[in-house]
């Protein structure tokens, strides 16, 4: 079974830009959530999708966006760029049956850099 | 809200030493805890899981121990290998809510 993957790999972008990333969870999967490692904050929970609907967000503010598609994949927007954006994005998903104890799956992420 | 913890950013180890990773949680009803492993240029994997009602866990050649009492958790790898060098995570959530809390990591690092 293939696992999670995410696209592009690597991005540079400069301030005040747009960015998507895409994930495509493990088939038959239904949950994705989105997560920012940096290494000044560790791994920090963006939001998590299930069956095309936002279910739980983290505390990020609304320039962090997300959507999921029917096939479940997702894509993740950050709007307005900003330095402190620059970090490894993580997609991860799940059988999303149990949220609190659905084993998550990580892609290998994308690593933005804001110039 | 919850901060999960780890005691040591780095810890170092012979080939074949036993290592103990530790981590505390804040959030007296997180239920449900999660130990990651993360090798360089990958994302986080699964190594091991354990709820509130239990205070032991064992897999293979790692073993999760919980005390609620004082609010840590520490995973135990034994044999350790050069394939474990890693950074570990350890990430806890509570009740009803998804929203999972990662500590930082802990480097380890196996030497030869």
């Known amino acids: 079974k293939a696992g999670v993957t995410q696209t592009p790999r690597y991005l540079i972008k400069t301030r005040g830009q747009q960015v998507t990333l895409s994930c495509s969870p493990i088939s038959g999967h239904r949950s994705v959530s989105w997560y920012q490692q940096t290494p000044g904050q560790g791994l920090q929970f963006l939001f998590e999708y299930f069956s095309e609907t936002q279910r739980n967000k983290g505390n990020f503010p609304g320039r962090f966006s997300g959507r999921q598609f029917s096939n479940s994949r997702s894509e993740m927007n950050v709007s307005t760029l900003e330095l402190g954006d620059s970090a490894l994005y993580l997609c991860?998903?799940?059988?999303?049956?149990?949220?609190?104890?659905?084993?998550?799956?990580f892609g290998p992420g994308t690593r933005l850099t804001v110039l | 809200g919850e901060s999960v913890g780890l005691h040591l950013p780095t810890l170092s180890v012979q080939e074949g030493d036993n290592s103990i990773i530790n981590c505390a949680y804040s959030?007296?009803?997180?239920?449900?805890f999660i130990w990651y492993k993360q090798e360089s240029g990958k994302g986080p994997q699964f190594i091991i899981d354990?709820?509130?009602?239990?205070d032991k866990r064992q897999g293979q050649r790692v073993t999760v121990l919980l005390n609620k009492t004082v609010k840590h958790l520490s995973l135990q790898i034994a044999a350790t290998q050069p394939g474990d060098s890693a950074v570990y995570f350890c990430a806890g959530s509570s009740g009803g809510s998804y929203i999972p809390t990662f500590g930082r990591g802990t480097s380890l690092i196996v030497h030869p």
């Open positions: 991860a998903s799940s059988r999303g049956r149990q949220i609190s104890t659905d084993t998550q799956y």
């Open positions: 354990i709820r509130s009602n239990m």
């Open positions: 959030n007296s009803a997180s239920d449900y």
